[in-house]
């Protein structure tokens, strides 16, 4: 497998030089993208250059850091400078920011290799990714079906091998979601614990960027690696939790590890029982497993829509056709210019999403829905508060289903919106989330369970994840596709 | 209830031109949306407040001048510039 601290090795050891490793992750992406469409941008020049640099301070006997020379890639979502970042959108083509989001400039500076940018749902707003101008990233364990979104570019490479991790970001599960689709896992930080400067923003109460890896140990450095904080950004706290990679192996006997029953509600039966059997080998390995409810998670889907969608027609006010990207060709006055250059440069899910963001902040219907969600939000907080009273972790499902075929999202979009239901909760709540492979359903796709945990923390949830990939390892496979190491 | 006068008139708040065709698929897909968003009014209210996360706070620097980008770099992506500034047209 091609893990962060095995690409470490093969580098430190000289078995290969970056130069030669960068090439053959750059192959497979030639001969894979077509069928994937993982990757919207290759940015090879880029990638050959740091693996250069890298390559020469191996020569030179210099010590080399454990992400140096890893080849990675970005959500296309993240600002790079000079490198167009598009949001997989119309109305950002041809944009090249002229700053780096701060956690590339963090992994610039460690000498990262990114090898592109990924696919995702139109400024992250869908759950299968097919939502991009670019069409969908296909799943690497079958790619009639989805990768999952939003961020499924990453998801998709690194499920299939053709980068050894990357960076998305969730707003609603967009990092766990198609990480469990893919078989890999993903982290959702807690709110504040990794800068958003640079981060296109979709609903920024709710954003967070995270690690998409092969292992838990990978989703800890990465995260390390990240969690610093930012004066450009109010909101950031840095990892107040303590870094967690010395803590992975901490002996978990005598965890409460709690299961909320809402959690297990309309779920399907095979991922029900994968979680369940999960849960076994929690108990085997000395946690005890607590039952409780939360009944505030009833309103958890409503109340993410309605203060998602009322951020994004605030945050999307900003596409005007003036200033950057798209701009619409004939037009008469400012008015119709924007107009036009907004309904032709935003796909169908993003209008929607604007429109009902307007609707719900508008005179008269206010009150009614954004005050009141905003209200059950603090419910849904505190009842979260309440639970870790009685436990350290929470585990539960990360989807309802495994991965489902192409262009069934498309069709009913409530019905979309219902496969978030197990992820939006932590959003809401600003809390920290993995997912983690936890079996395969009768058609060999991945099921993942999601384990979540206090504010910002992050190391308690990813020893509980490490130590649960340590006894059921046989669920963290790798595909068919990519690189072999 | 969602109009179809509702749609048209967020659309014009939202500054996006729905097409006369697609107004009606619109309509019903908004009222959809706005059906089950309407599930939340049957939460019990309760005192709960939310301002934001982590109970964050203003965050103050001093008002010092620093360097920032040149003109030039942030016209770079302008779809039209003109003398150091984004252009406008009235009508192309």
């Not at chain 1, 990465?222 to 870094?243: H, L, N, P, Q, R």
């Not at chain 1, 505190?382 to 989807?399: E, Q, R």
Request: hydrophobic share 35%; with cysteine; charged share 25%.
């Amino acid at each position: 497998m091609g893990t962060i601290a095995k690409i470490h090795e093969m580098l430190t050891t000289k078995q290969c030089s970056c130069t030669e490793l960068t090439k053959s992750y750059l192959d497979e992406i030639q001969k894979s993208n077509g069928e994937l469409n993982a990757y919207v941008n290759v940015t090879e020049e880029e990638a050959l250059k740091t693996a250069e640099t890298v390559d020469k301070k191996i020569a030179s006997g210099e010590e080399i850091g454990l992400l140096e020379g890893v080849p990675m890639t970005l959500k296309d979502n993240l600002s790079t400078k000079g490198i167009e970042t598009t949001c997989c959108s119309k109305i950002l083509t041809g944009y090249k920011p002229i700053y780096n989001a701060t956690v590339w400039d963090i992994l610039a500076s460690q000498n990262a290799v990114m090898l592109g940018k990924t696919n995702m749902d139109e400024f992250a707003m869908g759950s299968s990714c097919e939502t991009s101008y670019f069409g969908g990233a296909a799943n690497p364990f079958n790619t009639n079906h989805v990768s999952g979104g939003s961020s499924g570019g990453v998801a998709s490479a690194v499920g299939a091998n053709i980068a050894a991790y990357g960076l998305g970001s969730d707003t609603g599960g967009s990092i766990r979601q198609p990480a469990s689709f893919c078989g890999i896992v993903g982290l959702k930080p807690t709110y504040g614990s990794v800068s958003r400067y640079g981060l296109i923003a979709y609903a920024s109460s709710l954003d967070q960027i995270g690690p998409i890896t092969k292992t838990v140990e990978d989703a800890s450095i990465v995260f390390d690696a990240i969690s610093e904080y930012d004066e450009k950004d109010s909101t950031s706290k840095g990892c107040m939790g303590g870094k967690t990679f010395s803590k992975l192996d901490n002996d978990i006997k005598g965890m409460k590890i709690g299961i909320a029953r809402e959690y297990l509600d309309g779920v399907r039966d095979d991922v029900k029982e994968a979680v369940l059997n999960a849960a076994e080998v929690y108990r085997s390995l000395g946690a005890e497993i607590v039952y409780f409810d939360l009944p505030a998670l009833k309103f958890a889907l409503p109340v993410y829509y309605i203060i998602a969608c009322a951020e994004a027609s605030s945050n999307l006010g900003r596409y005007d056709g003036i200033r950057y990207g798209y701009k619409t060709e004939h037009y008469n006055g400012t008015h119709d210019m924007i107009c036009r250059t907004r309904s032709e440069g935003f796909g169908e899910e993003v209008k929607r999403r604007i429109l009902l963001g307007t609707y719900v902040l508008s005179a008269g219907y206010y009150d009614a829905y954004y005050k009141k969600a905003q209200n059950l939000r603090g419910t849904i907080v505190k009842a979260f508060n309440d639970a870790f009273k009685h436990c350290d972790v929470i585990l539960a499902p990360t989807v309802p289903m495994t991965a489902f075929e192409m262009g069934h999202a498309v069709s009913d979009p409530v019905e979309t919106y219902l496969t978030d239901i197990c992820t939006v909760p932590v959003n809401i709540a600003g809390l920290p989330g993995v997912s983690v492979p936890c079996g395969f359903n009768a058609k060999g796709m991945p099921i993942g369970m999601q384990l979540i945990g206090k504010s910002f923390g992050e190391a308690e949830i990813l020893n509980a994840a490490y130590k649960y990939q340590q006894a059921a390892g046989e669920n963290f496979k790798d595909t068919k596709w990519g690189v072999k190491l | 209830m969602v109009t179809r006068e509702d749609v048209e008139n967020i659309a014009l708040l939202s500054k996006l031109f729905v097409p006369e065709e697609e107004l009606d698929s619109l309509t019903q897909s908004m009222q959809e949306i706005i059906d089950f968003a309407d599930t939340i009014n049957n939460a019990p209210t309760s005192g709960e407040t939310f301002d934001n996360i982590n109970n964050l706070s203003n965050v103050f620097r001093e008002d010092e001048v620093v360097e920032s980008y040149s003109s030039e770099e942030i016209l770079k992506n302008a779809p039209e510039q003109a003398e150091d500034h984004f252009l406008v047209r009235n009508r192309e």
